[in-house]
């Protein structure tokens, strides 16, 4: 309670969260550091719990309805598959902990982060805010028929308990690993060990799926469906390998390859590094590096971007369809342009496609404009992101120096270190975004619907958590049983 | 050049100078070499297939599970 | 995955001697705000939560087994669909 009376007593946006902290649910810390191979199990059992999650929606109307998916393209990016618990993935975390993480930053809200109790109050309305922010995201799908024309009152309140409840579930499990019994970051685990699934599901997947009317059936997985096609009645030799590249519902080669070069580029880019050659000032002689990474703020800036794209397109979303009802002609269609129908997919028309990325590249020749407005949109936001992030992360140049300073190191070629470390952070962040950025925009304009940049944030994901994981494991590994079964080599 | 508007002047040369800056930056580093970046890739890539087929195999439950309810 | 049971001499010391680090460390202010990071995150890992607030304490293990029952609660609601033929 002492907290509360030195604090000023002008309103805070922290103070908002203080009569939930008694009854939010909170992960408790670990007794002490966990042995390297509990983190191991821990991070990959929440992450597959949250796989696991992945389950349709009880109370919804079966088969199609009107209104489609309109965030098809955004899904990759936040582990959300449409129509089952984890309709919004984990957007709304990330989305609430960028922004409320960039406002207190640029100090927009006061946070005293050196107080215990205002960090606590900070991390509990990032709760609050997420688990809202589902709570609103149901109601607009519910609303809009998303799921089904008329729908009973029993149902709508069916559906909103099982959205918001894997919501509550899906911050507490991202928790989990946050608070030390995983590696690294829960969000980050979970995009990085779904997309990894998604991909091989979208390459090896063996399951069967109906096709035509005749009871055909061809495999999810890629390359599985090539194996077979060679043996399918239904198909020509010649007619599978074409098939095989090209088919659109399901996976093809042609989008598959396209992810796995994406993700080696993205590899390459993780491993461009500015290295700084320093120096002890205490032990002479002593000279080592301390790299910059042209990645400096990994895949963050592009989570950051669709962080806004997915904000934009719900609320395009709740003017045409909610307010509008998508009719032709309407003012707001007008206006807005509305959405087209696809079997799957609401495909948006101008101006809204203008931050669409086509469902594949002949689509992308009748909205030209888009390869501008889309690439531009991405190196802007990430830029802009990533030249914030370096600055209120605690590790800017000016920490970075400071750090120097407490070690007792030195830059070895040049004298004025800080004056050179506050050159090369920011710049190395900027342009680290802005090639990523080119990047995913090149793979999303080609048609991956979401896929390029989900596997964008997945690698730089699995690179950030491998360096933590590299790091425990040289600290606390020794006895590592999972380690030695794995050849005891630290990947 | 002085009766030139200094806004839009500046709207031109932010992203100019981004460019250079960049390019300068992208001189000095180091870029990983290809046996390093193989050994990276290949690395990467099993990694990727292990956790995803750990992955995949929680999905394998999802099938009879809805088969039986759907 | 290995919890430790709760009760027991030896668990208690170890909660004991950990509250006293924790509390240790909740005393201890970061040189700035800064240094503390805008919430725990770095510059390449976003990170949500850090600090263990004074709300209701959960154990790890039973949340995971929580979320298990949950996804298993709405498997029930489809069978309950299912078996009485309608859709709510």
New interface residues.
Partial sequence: MAGCMFSAPKFRLIDLAKP??????????P??NLPFD?KI??T??????Y????????????GSVSVKDPIFFLRGVFAAEPRT?LEFGIFP??AT??I???L??FKLIK??????KD??????L??IVSIATYAVLANIFIASGYYGED??L??KL?INA?LI??GF?V??????I??G?GF?????AIV???L??????DL??I?QIPIDQDGNKEPRGAIINLIQGFRAKHKTLLGAIVNAFQRDYLPNLTTGLLVVVL??VV??LQ?????LSIKSTKVRGMVNVYPI????????SI?FSYCVLFYVHILGFVVIQLIGGNKEGSIINTLMGGYESTEFFYLARFPLSLLTPPTSFFALLQQPLTLFTFTAFLIITG?WFATN??E?????S??VAKQFKEQGVTLAHHREESKDLIK?IP?????GA?ALAVLVAAGELLGLKGKGAGIAVA??S?F?I?E?VTVDFQQNGGQSSIAQMLGGRP? | MAKKNPQFEKLVETPLE?VK??N???Q?????SKQ??LK??Q??GI???A??????I??????P??YLI? | ??S?VPGGQRTLQ??R??QL??DKK??Q??A?????????????????????????????LV??F???A??FS??A??VV?KVSGK??
């Fill in positions: 939930f902290l008694a009854f939010v649910p909170e992960i408790e810390l007794y002490d509990d199990v821990f990959l059992t929440t992450a597959l719990i796989l696991f999650g992945q389950f349709p929606l009880a109370a919804i109307a079966k618990l975390p990330i902990a960028l409320l993480q960039l207190a930053g946070v005293n982060f050196s107080q215990r960090r606590e109050l900070f991390q509990t990032i709760k729908l009973s029993v149902a069916l099982q409840g894997a579930f911050t507490l499990l991202i928790e989990v946050d608070k019994h690294a970051s829960g969000a980050m990085a060990i779904s990894s699934t998604g991909l091989v599901d090896f997947g399951q993700g080696g590899c390459y491993n461009v590094r500015n290295e990474r042209l990645l400096y703020t990994g895949g963050l989570l830029v992030w370096q209120i992360s605690g590790s800017s000016r920490d090369i710049v190395a962040s900027a342009t802005a690698i730089s699995a950030a491998l933590v990947a | 981004f800056e960049g300068q930056f992208l000095k580093c180091k870029k990983p390093e970046y990276i890739i690395a990467v990694g990727f297939v956790v995803g087929v750990i992955g995949y929680i999905k394998l439950i999802h099938i599970i809805r759907v | 995955m290995e430790s170890k909660r001697n950990a680090q924790k909740a005393n202010t970061p700035s705000a800064r240094q503390a990071g805008f919430g725990g995150s770095s510059s390449n890992i976003l990170k949500l939560y850090t600090d263990e607030a004074n709300g209701l304490r959960v154990d790890p949340v995971l929580l979320a298990v949950f996804v709405v498997v609601l489809h669909a859709i709510f």
